[in-house]
T-cell receptor
Framework: LAKTTQPISMDSYEGQEVNITCSHN???????ITWYQQFPSQGPRFIIQ???TKVTNEVASLFIPADRKSSTLSLPRVSLSDTAVYYC??????????FGSGTQLTVLP | DTGVSQDPRHKITKRGQNVTFRCDPI?????LYWYRQTLGQGPEFLTY????????KSRLLSDRFSAERPKGSFSTLEIQRTEQGDSAMYLC?????????????FGSGTQLSVL
């Protein structure tokens, strides 16, 4: 199973762009990269998923370099409500998926 | 709302008692997962069902834990002879069958406190 490494915490100010990078050096050929967001006392919520290059949806962008050994979640113009823990997950759902400790993002006014 | 539903939201029990949690997945989802999460940590995989078949179980899972998914619909997670170390949030998630790139849809969890 691909192990992931993320920063433990990050601070940002409202309106700024936030980039959270995840390292996954032993990613397998069939593995997808998925990011989840979690607020206190709630289950994680899907944000975005990608396999290679760049993916963009209405809330975030995901950048994946050619070697796929890392990925960067980009949140444009964050607000206070984006304060949460963000998890990077690598693997297929047919196998056990391990969440790391995630990145606590704190958005300041 | 047709999301993943978990019951109860909170459970307080005394050490040594048995507890059972229920999860109702999104109706068309074939896969169902149980995770456990303690404060400051990410969710830890416990077990996984595809329809009614339990296909994976964490090696770390004590034999006091058992899960079922009769008829491939709702699932129950039972913890026998609870210990204080079992105190955690128990999360259920479901996903549709696919090629491995499916999303996990989580419920709000059951917070267990063992006194």
């Amino acid at each position: 199973l691909a192990k992931t490494t993320q920063p433990i915490s990050m601070d940002s100010y409202e309106g700024q762009e936030v980039n959270i990078t995840c390292s996954h050096n032993n990613i397998a050929t069939n593995d997808y990269i998925t990011w989840y967001q979690q607020f206190p006392s709630q289950g994680p919520r899907f944000i975005i998923q990608g396999y290679k290059t760049k993916v963009t949806n209405e809330v975030a962008s995901l950048f994946i370099p050619a070697d796929r050994k890392s990925s960067t979640l980009s949140l444009p113009r964050v607000s206070l409500s984006d304060t949460a823990v963000y998890y990077c997950l690598v693997g297929e759902l047919r196998r056990q998926l391990t969440f790391g400790s995630g990145t606590q993002l704190t958005v300041l006014p | 709302d047709t999301g993943v539903s978990q019951d109860p939201r909170h459970k307080i029990t005394k050490r040594g008692q048995n507890v059972t949690f229920r999860c109702d997945p999104i109706s068309e989802h074939n896969r169902l997962y149980w995770y456990r999460q303690t404060l400051g940590q990410g969710p830890e995989f416990l077990t996984y069902f595809q329809n009614e078949a339990q296909l994976e179980k964490s090696r770390l899972l004590s034999d006091r834990f058992s899960a079922e998914r009769p008829k491939g619909s709702f699932s129950t997670l039972e913890i026998q002879r609870t210990e204080q170390g079992d105190s955690a949030m128990y999360l259920c998630a479901s996903s549709p069958l696919g090629r491995g790139n499916e999303k996990l849809f989580f419920g709000s969890g059951t917070q267990l406190s063992v006194l």
